[in-house]
């Protein structure tokens, strides 16, 4: 199928991940590139890293993802500048204090908003948008925490459920519209999220996972697990006992 050559977003401009993928997707041929998220006057390294891998119009534009009210007028503001992009690569997303959030409430709801309510309404607005242009792929991160909730980080675990089930529904709604939805389901990623924490089994790191992706988005795939050996282990996964699933670390 190849990749498309348009215009690159990135929702979450900061994301090791999301500007992975980017520049990856610029060493290909993709010339211009948008970094949307917080403080976008601070992307400059980036914008370099960008620039360096082939990007020739690197855009910024501010953006909130927490923000619902304030989504649509960014989204807005990328497309009149650069044109509806080919590829949207949806990367904000937090990890969120699992103890804190067993305590507090407020601290649950927070991280569900942001890695699932978020989610929903930025990929909705994407997709109508992007079935207007008749074109586009769109590029969600769901989690293998999400394929069985463990104990251990079933705040953050529910909330990857949950928008992994969206993004599975919102890919079949787009099926014949000429947009599609890659679907990414990670395992642990070593980086800036996860630092301090001891690696998990068959951890990969956000250049490995941005590999996987651009290779997924070449041959026209909908999903893809990262690394794959995690597909037939979490096939697995599901059949342990509840007694035992429950005392599973992160």
Excluded at 27 to 48: N, Y
Excluded at 179 to 206: C, E, H, K, Y
Excluded at 217 to 244: D, N, T, Y
């Amino acid at each position: 199928m190849g990749i498309d050559t348009g215009p690159v977003l990135v929702l979450g401009g900061r994301s090791e991940i999301g500007t992975a993928v980017a520049e990856r997707l610029a060493a290909r041929g993709c010339s211009t590139v948008v970094l949307a998220a917080r403080r976008s006057a601070d992307l400059a390294d980036e914008e370099a890293a960008l620039r360096r891998a082939g990007a020739t119009t690197v855009g910024r534009v501010e953006f909130d993802a927490d923000d619902l009210a304030g989504q649509a007028t960014a989204l807005d503001e990328a497309f009149e500048r650069f044109g509806p992009p080919a590829t949207v690569v949806v990367a904000f997303g937090v990890l969120g204090d699992q103890a804190a959030a067993e305590r507090d409430p407020s601290t649950a709801v927070a991280v569900v908003h942001t890695d699932y309510v978020a989610h929903v309404h930025v990929l909705t607005l994407l997709a109508d948008r992007l079935r207007a242009a008749g074109r586009g792929t769109l590029v969600v991160f769901s989690s293998v925490a999400g394929v069985r909730v463990r104990r251990a980080n079933y705040v953050y675990g529910s909330a990857k459920a949950g928008l992994d089930g969206f993004a599975s529904g919102l890919a079949d709604a787009l099926a014949g519209s000429g947009v599609r939805l890659l679907l990414v389901r990670p395992g642990f990623v070593i980086g800036r999220m996860t630092a301090g924490m001891p690696p998990a089994p068959w951890s990969s790191t956000p250049g490995q996972v941005a590999d996987a992706v651009v290779d997924a988005l070449a041959r026209g795939r909908q999903e893809v697990w990262v690394p794959a050996v995690l597909r037939p282990v979490f096939f697995l996964l599901r059949l342990l006992p509840r007694s035992i699933w429950r005392r599973m670390p992160r």
